[in-house]
């Protein structure tokens, strides 16, 4: 698939349950084009389901495989890919353990699985396929209670979970901490969990993001709004051989997850 193309479609499916992003466009770029540093994509750890199944597309694309990361207290996987074309977005690609859910969470995540044609797993349009299966308020509820990440991948299925601004690309603003301000000057809301801005310098990586707008979705027994997808912003710092660090950091990455968690 042709990469522009690709992530065209990813940014209006998200989009369509994030009209914050727009908004945020304009505040920010003045209507001018905007970098996209990354995007994120959530996914289980079921056979043929996982991070692997959709790198393959990846690495079709040109991308190559950068760092890999673990979350011990959300129970996920990771791996970040970054394409021959540095001004292409990166691509973050996150997998939960399903094994560390309880039986019967477990269970539920393995009746949506065999919903899917397995089929979709071996095609690109599987990151913006959507939800590939039937999914109950009350089933969605039962894996919210255990994994906000299981309950949001249950409800929305296979998208960008959010696009990226590169501050360091961005028009205006020589800090994160400037994006901010604007931001909350707007009246947009930060995901405060372990500050608004994550990572530091020493780091390399400074990041923040919104907290998720709302959608409303459809189940199987009635419709619900519930959070859907946020924006990030990443402000990257130059590594000792002069180029930009690229990668992420987990202690971070790990407190951008709550992004889409309304309990905060």
């Known amino acids: 698939m042709n990469v522009t193309l690709f992530f065209e479609r990813l940014w209006q499916q998200y989009l369509a349950v994030t009209p914050s992003a727009e908004k945020i466009h ?10 996209n540093d990354h995007i994120a994509v959530r996914s289980f750890n ?28 959300k129970h996920l996987d990771a791996a970040h890919f970054e ?30 699985a065999s919903q899917v044609n397995p089929e979709l797993y071996l095609r690109p349009e599987v ?16 894996l919210l209670q255990e994994s906000e990440y299981a309950g949001w991948l249950a409800a929305y299925g296979y998208r960008a979970n959010h696009f990226t601004v590169s501050v360091n690309q961005l028009a205006g ?26 990572g530091s310098p020493e780091v390399l990586l400074e990041q923040s993001s919104t907290l998720a707008d709302h959608a409303e979705v459809s189940f199987s027994d009635c419709k619900q709004s519930i959070p859907s997808c946020f924006y990030e912003f990443a402000l990257r710092y130059k590594r ?19 992004s889409t968690d309304s309990r905060q």
């Open 83 to 112: 394409h021959s074309d540095p001004s292409v977005p990166k691509v973050f690609i996150s997998e939960l353990q399903v094994e560390s859910l309880s039986p019967q969470a477990q269970q539920l995540v393995k009746n949506l």
């Open 127 to 142: 990151f913006f396929s959507g939800r590939p299966w039937q999914l109950s308020y009350a089933d969605y509820q039962c």
């Open 240 to 258: 000792a051989d002069g180029e930009l660090y690229s990668g992420f950091v987990e202690a971070s990455a790990d407190k951008i997850f709550s």
């Open 26 to 35: 304009q505040l920010l770029g003045g209507g001018q084009p905007i970098v």
């Open 46 to 73: 079921l056979p043929g389901t996982g991070v692997e199944a959709f790198a393959q597309h990846l690495l079709a694309m040109g991308y190559r495989q950068g760092g890999t990361y673990h979350f011990a207290a």
């Open 173 to 198: 603003y020589q800090s994160l901490q400037q994006v901010n301000q604007a931001l909350l000057d707007a009246g947009f809301v930060l995901n405060s969990v372990g500050g608004e801005i994550k």
